[in-house]
């Protein structure tokens, strides 16, 4: 390394920009076609700490007005799409149940993929075991193919070691998600990833999270709308999981700064979204 003169700092790596428009990837990036189907994350793009965020009801009618498909997703496996429609009612929302796509729906149409007619034994709530009764799984503590963990409220001591002694009989172990915590009005909360880590560490047994920010996630929502990845973006606030789902998936990306990731986070990831911006009311005239 060459002598640098005391009093001056050694020049640090630049930041991470786009791709130069001349490289291959920043050819692949430009050459994008048009955005026909949209997936947005619902909690800090849409909602915030239990309001909507500004121009979210708007850019949510505008989709709807034009008739490009489009999902509402999250990671939380506790309400049912019915539940969460009537809490976005609430907040001036307008759209239908089958908008919104949870990790509960998307796990069940997993297992129901990989084992049709399967028994689970479940800890988890309504939105769970809903979607799991929907596509033909019985819920049961006799021998079931898989233990599947998701959110609840109260995760009781009874049940974690139920699910444990039944993995360690050679149930497969899924999550729903990987969330280690969750928001509530007092603060962080454990939620189902912390959950799947005491059992992993009862059992030995490492879990298959199916979302976010595992791209199945992705794909399921895709197929539900019949969507294509090459014309399809992904909205979310968080870079470590919608980011990275939309990413691995082959989907346009957009980082929102109304929830976790800031601009300075984003930076420091080995990954880009496509684009930043502050806020959904921003992408009204791209619908």
Known sequence: MGHVPRGVLRAGPPPLTHPAPDTPLGR???????????????????????????????????LRSSGKPFLVLT???IYTPRDLQARLTRMGFVLPEQAIWT????????????RPGGTAYVIGEAGLTTALHAVGYVLTDYAPDYVVLGETRTYSFE??????????????????????????????????????????????????FVGKPNPMMM????????????????????????????????????LVLT??????????YPYRPSRIVDS??????EI
């Open 159 to 208: 049940a974690i070691t139920k699910a444990v002694r039944l993995i360690n009989d050679g149930a497969r172990f899924i999550c729903t998600n990987p969330d280690v915590t969750g928001p509530s009005v007092e603060g962080a909360l454990p939620a189902a990833g912390s959950v799947a880590a005491m059992i992993s560490k009862a059992t030995g047994v490492e879990p298959y």
């Open 28 to 62: 692949q990036m430009l050459e994008r076609k048009p955005v026909q189907s949209w997936l947005t994350d619902m909690d800090g793009v849409l909602v915030h700490e239990g309001q909507p965020v500004p121009g979210a009801p708007e850019f949510i009618n505008r």
């Open 103 to 114: 990790s509960a729906l998307a796990t069940a149409q997993f297992l129901a993929d990989q």
């Open 219 to 254: 794909r399921s929502a895709l197929n539900t709308i019949e969507g294509h990845s090459e014309t399809t973006a992904m909205i979310g606030d968080r870079m470590d999981t919608d980011v990275l789902c939309g990413l691995e998936a082959g989907l346009e990306t957009i």
């Open 280 to 285: 959904v009311a921003d992408l009204m005239d």
């Open 75 to 77: 990671n939380n496996s």
């Open 259 to 268: 929830g976790i990731s800031t601009r300075a986070e984003a930076e420091r």
